[in-house]
């Protein structure tokens, strides 16, 4: 089945100890984004990735560190965590080009930092 | 990437057609229409995507109004399930990054 997996689904830190959330995709897909979302806010990009070590910054880049080590796999790494990244966030691929427009997002992973 | 206006909210009965409006009134000539959605906290779901023309998938209907200024997304039958968050976004075909903006959206509520 195709899909886009996230883990940990829910994670409850303390500020100031560095976590990773994996993200993974089984599509082959080059473009790979995360998200964070917030009430009010919507849904802000975060980084994002064309291909295997091309990544950018997005919207909200400050506090978070992205790889992209090879094609299926995109971490995102909060190597300080403080109380305003508690929020849930969703990583989202597609195959890119004209296909692009369809992408698939992870079921999000629900982080608490206290 | 052209901004977009949506109904806070809609209701629904089940079995009948949803409706649900898009005003993208400044949108340019390169800028396609899609469509996702949010079922409580999942992640968003791509429904559909158009650029000029009627578009239907096995999940819904998207009708461009001939200037291209407004849309409206058709879910034929409802369910209970479609409640979620509708969301109408703009933007142009490629580019170097893939990013979708996300509004507000439409809080459709489908009534048994």
């Known amino acids: 089945e195709a899909q886009v997996t996230q883990n940990p689904r829910y994670l409850i830190t303390v500020t100031g100890k560095k976590l990773t959330v994996t993200c993974s995709q089984n599509?082959?897909?080059?473009?790979m984004s995360w998200y964070r979302q917030d009430p009010g806010l919507g849904l802000r990009q975060i980084y994002y990735s064309m291909n295997v070590e091309v990544t950018d910054k997005g919207d909200v880049p400050e506090g978070y560190k992205v790889s992209r080590k090879e094609k299926r796999n995109f971490p995102l790494i909060l190597e300080s965590p403080s109380p305003n990244q508690t929020s849930l966030y969703f990583c989202?691929?597609?195959?890119?080009?004209?296909?692009?427009?369809?992408?698939?997002f992870g079921p999000g992973t629900r982080l608490l930092v206290l | 990437d052209a901004k977009t206006t949506q109904p806070t909210s809609m209701d629904c009965a089940e079995g009948r057609a949803a409706n649900l409006p898009c005003n993208h009134s400044?949108?340019?000539?390169?800028?396609?229409v899609y469509w996702y959605r949010q079922i409580h906290s999942q992640g968003p779901q791509y429904i559909i995507h158009?650029?000029?023309n009627n578009e239907t998938n096995e999940m819904a209907s998207l009708i461009i109004t001939e200037d291209r200024k407004s849309s409206t997304l058709i879910l034929p039958h409802a369910t209970l399930r479609d409640t979620a968050v509708y969301y109408c976004?703009?933007?142009?075909?490629?580019?170097?990054?893939?990013?979708?903006?996300f509004g507000k959206g439409t809080l459709l509520t489908v009534n048994p």
């Open positions: 599509m082959n897909h080059e473009y």
């Open positions: 989202a691929s597609s195959l890119g080009g004209r296909s692009a427009e369809t992408q698939y």
């Open positions: 400044t949108i340019s000539g390169n800028e396609y």
């Open positions: 976004i703009v933007r142009r075909s490629g580019g170097s990054n893939y990013k979708l903006t």
């Open positions: 158009g650029l000029k």
